[in-house]
């Protein structure tokens, strides 16, 4: 006899936990399915294990920058393997302190991989092989992405992101492989921590999607710290030893580039391997399962959340997609997630953060005499003794006609948490007037917001 309950979330992920807890704080039995840890890729192997290791490599720039202020720091040495021990501590920390919210609220966590058994039916399989049936009325599939390993020779020699935070040290250069906000980030950090970095770009810029010239001011940055970038370069064969770490990536164009470790960051896809969705009759667009603004899938009482549907691939999207779900399903009260206003940011160094839309696709939108694009660049104070860059940057692109701001961009320090308030007004439809009449808080670099000229 098969296990039932009102609802079955397949994935312990950001989205599968948000609506799992909410679904059970309106009455329903939840039943949450998950084969590995819990927290998914944010929690386990993504945005919080990264982000601090963004802090642990920004102490490189701040200690390089401490005799300026007057510190004598003296001899310092980077101790990576304890970085990366505590980081994993650290998430350790998390994946039991999720569990206890999934206890608290009273949803069943299911160890194990669970797959269709027919359209209400999950089998899940678990460690020791044992399986274990269960039923529901509806069913949620929310198990996230996956890295793609791109299909050249060797490719297994390379490291995809979820192995970096499995590392015990680092090697002495590195060759990351792509163009993207992991890609970037992770160059990043390995400089800051001592790695002799060089990043291999197919095309001609980094950090496609987001606006040209912000993504121009990352890479002057990243360069500027020492990060070889390498434009129009793509990695054709990658041989050697993974160890003890004797590699040699072979560009197209045939040149040779010794290493100790590649990273392999060129891109994710949803992970739909062994989900059996063909038994429930889940229709599959390419990699991803397509879903209406009710986040429901061809089969009405199945549904889909996060980045399986390969819409806006970010934690807190799918965090409101669950909750929406729930909401509408069992708190009767209906609602939709707004995908057209989402802040995003790259956490490189220097920091990029963005919402709204960039002067590209305004342009494209509403035409190049139908814009207006205000701009400043300038060295912050922090910086101000240590006098090196990168400059920050920062964009407004205003309607010209209405004078709303189509689109915020920040490049620099805290920029992450600067746009986030910016959202808010891009949220409310403000003008450039709106910004203009708001009194600045001098001295900080959010002011400029406020004070570039019409």
């Not at 609220?105 to 269709?116: C, D, I």
């Not at 429901?296 to 390969?310: E, L, S």
């Not at 209405?402 to 403000?430: F, K, N, T, Y």
Request: hydrophobic content about 45%.
């Amino acid at each position: 006899m098969a296990d039932r309950f009102d609802l079955i979330v397949l994935g312990a992920g950001s989205g599968g936990l948000a609506a799992a807890k909410r679904a059970a704080s309106h009455g329903a039995s939840v039943a949450i399915v998950e084969g590995d840890r819990v927290g998914g890729t944010c929690v386990i192997r993504g945005c919080v294990p990264k982000k601090l290791l963004v802090y642990g490599s920004a102490y490189c720039h701040l200690l390089a920058d401490a005799p300026s202020y007057g510190w004598e720091v003296g001899e310092v040495r980077l101790n990576a393997s304890r970085l990366l021990a505590n980081v994993r501590a650290e998430v350790n920390r998390l994946n039991a302190l999720h569990i206890g919210f999934l206890e608290k609220a009273g949803v069943e966590l299911v160890r194990g991989w669970g797959r269709f058994a027919g359209p209400n039916r999950i089998s899940v399989t678990s460690a020791d092989g044992s399986v274990r049936e269960l039923e529901a009325e509806r069913v949620l599939i929310a198990v996230g992405g996956r890295p793609h390993r791109p299909e050249i020779p060797g490719a297994h020699l390379g490291w995809m992101s979820d192995d970096m935070f499995e590392l015990e040290t680092l090697p002495e250069q590195m060759v990351v492989v792509g163009a993207g906000f992991i890609a970037c980030e992770f160059a990043c950090i390995l400089n800051g921590l001592g790695v002799q970095v060089t990043q291999l770009v197919r095309g001609d810029h980094l950090l496609r999607g987001f606006d040209r010239e912000s993504s121009e001011a990352v890479r002057a940055g990243m360069e500027a710290a020492g990060i070889t970038i390498r434009l129009a370069h793509s990695p054709a064969a990658i041989s050697g030893q993974c160890l003890p770490g004797e590699l040699t990536v072979t560009t197209q164009s045939g040149e040779t580039i010794p290493c100790g470790g590649v990273l392999l960051a060129t891109g994710r896809q949803p992970f739909l391997q062994g989900l059996n969705l063909e038994a429930a009759g889940v229709a599959v667009e390419g990699n991803r399962v397509p879903v209406d603004p009710d986040q429901r899938t061809n089969v009405p009482h199945i549904y889909a959340v996060g980045d399986v549907t390969d819409r806006i691939c970010l934690t807190p999207v799918a965090i409101d997609e669950g909750r929406a779900f729930a909401d509408t399903v069992y708190g009767h009260r209906p609602r939709q997630v707004d995908h057209g206003l989402v802040a995003c940011a790259v956490f490189s160094q220097p920091e990029l953060a963005s919402v709204g839309l960039t002067e590209e696709e305004a342009i494209a939108r509403h035409g190049s005499e139908a814009i207006g694009v205000h701009r400043a660049r300038f060295r912050p104070m922090s910086q101000a003794l240590p006098a090196r860059d990168p400059k920050v940057l920062l964009k407004l692109i205003v309607e010209r006609a209405s004078g709303r701001v189509l689109g915020c961009h920040m490049v620099g320090e805290h920029a992450a948490e600067i746009i986030q308030m910016a959202a808010i007004p891009l949220g409310m439809g403000a003008t450039k007037a709106d910004f203009d009449r708001t009194m600045a808080l001098h001295p900080s670099v959010a002011e400029e917001f406020v004070t570039l000229p019409s």
